[in-house]
Structure formats: C-alpha cells, structure tokens
C-alpha cells in the first residue's frame, strides 16, 4: 500500500495561513497556557517511560503499551492542573503580550485609514449647498 505524498504535501501546501486573532481575553490565554504546558509535560514524560517495557508482574504486555499514551496525556494534564513547573504562567505572559501588540497595529492601521477632519471637502463661503 503506497501512498503519493506529492499530492498530500502539495494540498498542506496550499492551505492558507491564517494569523491568530488577537483577543484581550486573559482566561483564553491561560486556558491555552495550561493546555500547552499539559502537552509539554506529556511529552516530557513519554520520554520518560520510552525505555519501560509493559511485561511485568502484572502482564501488560500490548494493551498496556497502547493505552500509555493516553495515561501519560492524563498525567500531564493533572501536573499542569496542579500548578505545573510555571511554562503555562510564562506562555500566557508571552500570548497577552503578542496580543497586546498586534491590537496596537491594528489600531494604528486603522487610525491610517480612517479619513481625518482635513481631508474632508469643506464648501467655500460663497457656494451654494
């Protein structure tokens, strides 16, 4: 069974590339720290058990080592849930920062565009309405 990865890159290739939108919304930006710092440590922790064999006294042969992934996913969550190692508060420092200054260009953007009083067309004293 062969697969053609010239299409398959081609179409990730095309998709657009969309910009996060910026939000002054704290609790999203901690909810997205918490959940990277989850997966941070979910990572950290499969690397940890990379090396354990599932044959012990308990059997746990291939169930055990197909359900590792989703036991070491809960074990991140919890740790992170728990205070974690400080990422998540150090990410959502990061994200309302970025946030803050991409509000900032867009509000001097918009101040660009936006017509101002001079360039208004004021009528002469002498014209008629």
């Known amino acids: ?3 053609d990865m010239t299409a398959t890159t081609m179409n990730v290739a095309q ?3 969309h910009a996060p939108a910026a939000t002054s919304n704290v609790a999203r930006a901690q909810k997205a720290g918490k959940e990277f710092e989850g997966v941070f440590l979910t990572q950290m922790l499969g690397q940890m058990f990379s090396g354990l ?3 012990g006294p308990f059997g746990g042969g291939q169930g055990e080592s197909m359900f590792r992934s989703l ?3 809960e074990y991140g969550k919890q740790i992170s849930a728990q205070g974690g ?3 998540a508060k150090n990410v959502t420092a990061e994200l309302i920062k970025h946030q803050e200054a991409a509000q ?3 509000d001097a953007s918009a101040a ?3 017509p ?3 360039d208004k067309s004021v009528p002469s004293a002498g014209s008629a309405p």
Request: glycine share 4%; charged share 10%; hydrophobic share 45%.
């Open 85 to 87: 190692i400080g990422l």
């Open 1 to 3: 069974m062969t697969m």
């Open 112 to 114: 660009k565009t936006a």
């Open 53 to 55: 064999t599932t044959d």
């Open 71 to 73: 036991m070491l996913d």
């Open 104 to 106: 900032q260009a867009q």
């Open 15 to 17: 998709a657009p590339i």
């Open 116 to 118: 101002s009083v001079s």
